[in-house]
C-alpha cells in the first residue's frame, strides 16, 4: 500500500476505537503525528538495510515500537499501536500479505484472493476513497460526554469521577467520588457523608472520569435486621429494593438511608430483604 492509504486507514481503525470504546485518542496534535509516524513506520525497513516485509512488519515488533510512548503517554502508546497494527492490517490486504511471525515464513491474509490489492493500482486508490469517505463520516458521530460514559460504563464498572455541581443557589465541587448509581440517562448517584445523594443531568456543570474497575453489578439478596443497618459498613452499600412481610418497595440509598427511613414505622428486630451493591 501507499503512505497515504496507511495513513488514512490508521485514522479510520482509531476513530472506530475511539467510538467503540468512548474514549479519545486523537486528542492533541501530537497525536496525529504518532497516528502519522506509526502508520507508515513499518516502511522504514529498507532505509536501515532490513529486507521488507520481514522484522518490521511483525505483531512483536509493533509492541517493540510503541512501547516507549508508555512513558510519554498512555494515550499516545495506543495511538502509536493501533496505527503500527493498522500498517500490518494494510498489508495483508494485498497479494504479497505479511508474516506476522517472521522468521516464521508464514503468510497471513485478511482478505480473500480476488479482493486482494496491488500496491499502487486503482483498486487502491478507490479503497483509498471509501476509507477517506467512511472516515469522514465517522467525524460526524458526536463524541459521547463524560457523563454519558459514566451512565453506560456503570453497568459494568466502578467509576470514579471528579465534578461539579449546582444546587440550592451554591457550586460544590467534589474531587474524587464514586458513581455507584445511575437512572441511566439523567441522574447519577454518589455517597457523601455516608448519605446517598443523588444528582441530576442538570446539576452537574463539569465531570472528568477519574478512574474505570471492573465490578460485579448483579443484585445480591441478603435478610437482615433493620438495626443493623445503622452500623458503618451499610453507609457503603446501596440499596435498590427492599421487602417487609413480602410487601416489596422500590429504594434508592445506602443501608443507612434506609433505617433511617424505616426506623420509625417498624419494630428494630423485624427483618427485611433487601438487594443491594457494595458501594466502598
Same mark, same amino acid.
Given at each position: 500500500?501507499?503512505?497515504?492509504?496507511?495513513i488514512?486507514l490508521?485514522?479510520?481503525v482509531?476513530?472506530?476505537?475511539?467510538?467503540?470504546?468512548?474514549t479519545?485518542?486523537?486528542?492533541?496534535?501530537?497525536?496525529?503525528?504518532?497516528?502519522?509516524?506509526?502508520?507508515?513506520f513499518p516502511?522504514?525497513?529498507?532505509?536501515?538495510?532490513?529486507?521488507?516485509?520481514?522484522y518490521?512488519?511483525?505483531?512483536?515488533?509493533?509492541?517493540?515500537?510503541?512501547?516507549?510512548?508508555i512513558f510519554?503517554?498512555?494515550?499516545?502508546?495506543f495511538?502509536?499501536?493501533?496505527?503500527?497494527?493498522?500498517?500490518?492490517?494494510?498489508d495483508?490486504?494485498?497479494?504479497?500479505?505479511?508474516?506476522?511471525?517472521?522468521?516464521?515464513?508464514?503468510?497471513?491474509y485478511?482478505?480473500?484472493?480476488s479482493?486482494?490489492?496491488?500496491?499502487g493500482?486503482?483498486?487502491?486508490?478507490?479503497? =483509498?476513497?471509501?476509507?477517506?469517505? *467512511?472516515? %469522514?463520516? +465517522? &467525524? !460526524?458521530?458526536e463524541?459521547a460526554?463524560?457523563?454519558?460514559?459514566v451512565?453506560r =460504563?456503570s453497568?459494568?464498572?466502578? *467509576?470514579? %469521577?471528579? +465534578? &461539579? !455541581?449546582f444546587?440550592?443557589?451554591a457550586?460544590?465541587?467534589?474531587?474524587?467520588v464514586?458513581?455507584?448509581?445511575?437512572?441511566?440517562?439523567?441522574?447519577?448517584?454518589?455517597?457523601?457523608?455516608?448519605?446517598?445523594k443523588?444528582?441530576?443531568?442538570?446539576?452537574?456543570?463539569?465531570?472528568?472520569?477519574?478512574?474505570?474497575?471492573?465490578?460485579?453489578?448483579?443484585?445480591?439478596?441478603?435478610?437482615?435486621?433493620?438495626?443493623?443497618?445503622?452500623?458503618?459498613?451499610?453507609k457503603?452499600?446501596?440499596?435498590?429494593s427492599y421487602?417487609?412481610?413480602?410487601?416489596?418497595s422500590?429504594?434508592?440509598?445506602?443501608?443507612?438511608?434506609?433505617?433511617?427511613?424505616?426506623?420509625?414505622?417498624y419494630?428494630?428486630?423485624?427483618?427485611?430483604?433487601?438487594?443491594?451493591?457494595?458501594a466502598r
Amino acid at each position: 500500500m501507499k503512505w497515504i492509504t496507511h495513513i488514512a486507514l490508521a485514522i479510520l481503525v482509531i476513530k472506530i476505537t475511539e467510538i467503540a470504546f468512548l474514549t479519545s485518542l486523537l486528542n492533541s496534535h501530537l497525536a496525529w503525528v504518532v497516528a502519522s509516524l506509526f502508520a507508515v513506520f513499518p516502511d522504514f525497513d529498507s532505509f536501515i538495510g532490513i529486507k521488507h516485509r520481514t522484522y518490521t512488519h511483525t505483531v512483536y515488533s509493533a509492541l517493540i515500537t510503541s512501547y516507549p510512548l508508555i512513558f510519554v503517554d498512555l494515550n499516545l502508546f495506543f495511538v502509536g499501536l493501533l496505527a503500527y497494527l493498522s500498517h500490518l492490517a494494510g498489508d495483508m490486504m494485498t497479494h504479497s500479505g505479511v508474516k506476522l511471525l517472521y522468521p516464521i515464513e508464514t503468510v497471513y491474509y485478511l482478505t480473500p484472493p480476488s479482493w486482494r490489492l496491488k500496491t499502487g493500482s486503482s483498486a487502491e486508490f478507490l479503497a =483509498l476513497g471509501m476509507i477517506l469517505l *467512511v472516515t %469522514v463520516g +465517522l &467525524s !460526524y458521530v458526536e463524541p459521547a460526554t463524560e457523563l454519558e460514559k459514566v451512565f453506560r =460504563l456503570s453497568t459494568e464498572n466502578d *467509576v470514579a %469521577v471528579s +465534578l &461539579s !455541581y449546582f444546587e440550592n443557589g451554591a457550586v460544590y465541587r467534589l474531587d474524587s467520588v464514586k458513581v455507584v448509581w445511575t437512572d441511566g440517562d439523567s441522574s447519577i448517584g454518589i455517597i457523601q457523608d455516608g448519605k446517598f445523594k443523588k444528582i441530576s443531568k442538570s446539576q452537574i456543570l463539569d465531570l472528568e472520569i477519574l478512574d474505570i474497575k471492573d465490578a460485579n453489578r448483579q443484585p445480591k439478596s441478603s435478610s437482615v435486621h433493620l438495626r443493623t443497618l445503622k452500623r458503618s459498613t451499610w453507609k457503603h452499600r446501596i440499596v435498590i429494593s427492599y421487602s417487609v412481610n413480602e410487601d416489596y418497595s422500590d429504594f434508592t440509598g445506602t443501608g443507612y438511608d434506609l433505617y433511617r427511613k424505616l426506623k420509625n414505622d417498624y419494630d428494630d428486630n423485624i427483618r427485611i430483604k433487601v438487594w443491594y451493591y457494595d458501594a466502598r
